[in-house]
């Protein structure tokens, strides 16, 4: 794994962590998660996330575990479809994730033939 790939895992990690987002749902949350940093750059995990969490936001308690996975990995497979479409700004990241937006820039940035980061 090269260093830049621990970041943007780490990076993923932090924003599980943050919001406790496996729920009580551990190694089944681990090996979705797994599946999806297989089909999906983390970057894009990461705003999918992002997303996810401003999607559910209004829901008491938040969907955690497996519930918070299904509606990222929708999500997800229709920005797969039909190109990312976010409507966070950067700093709509940074303030739902603490983290810098810029690798999520660059992520997006990349030609549509150039492989993505993972």
Same mark, same amino acid.
């Not at 997006?108 to 993505?116: E, G, H, R």
């Given at each position: 794994?090269?260093? &830049?790939?621990? +970041?943007?895992?780490?990076? +993923?990690?932090?924003? +599980? &962590? /943050?919001? =406790?987002?496996?729920?009580?749902?551990? &190694?089944?949350?681990?090996?979705?998660?797994?599946?999806?940093?297989?089909?999906?750059?983390?970057?894009?995990?990461?705003? #999918?996330? #992002?997303?996810?969490?401003?999607?559910?936001?209004?829901?008491?308690?938040?969907?955690?575990?497996?519930?918070?996975?299904?509606?990222? /990995?929708?999500?997800?497979? =229709?920005?797969?479809?039909?190109?990312? /479409?976010?409507?966070?700004?950067? /700093?709509?990241?940074?303030?739902?994730?603490?983290?810098?937006?810029?690798?999520?820039?660059?992520?997006?940035?990349?030609?549509?033939?150039?492989?993505?980061?993972?």
């Amino acid at each position: 794994m090269t260093l &830049e790939e621990r +970041v943007s895992w780490q990076r +993923v990690a932090y924003i +599980v &962590e /943050s919001y =406790e987002l496996a729920g009580d749902d551990g &190694e089944t949350f681990d090996a979705y998660l797994a599946e999806l940093m297989e089909r999906h750059a983390l970057p894009i995990i990461e705003l #999918a996330f #992002a997303e996810s969490i401003l999607d559910l936001w209004t829901v008491i308690p938040l969907p955690r575990g497996i519930q918070f996975l299904d509606h990222t /990995s929708q999500l997800l497979q =229709e920005w797969t479809d039909n190109g990312v /479409s976010s409507r966070l700004m950067p /700093s709509d990241f940074k303030q739902i994730t603490g983290l810098d937006p810029a690798p999520i820039i660059q992520a997006l940035q990349l030609p549509a033939s150039q492989p993505q980061v993972r």
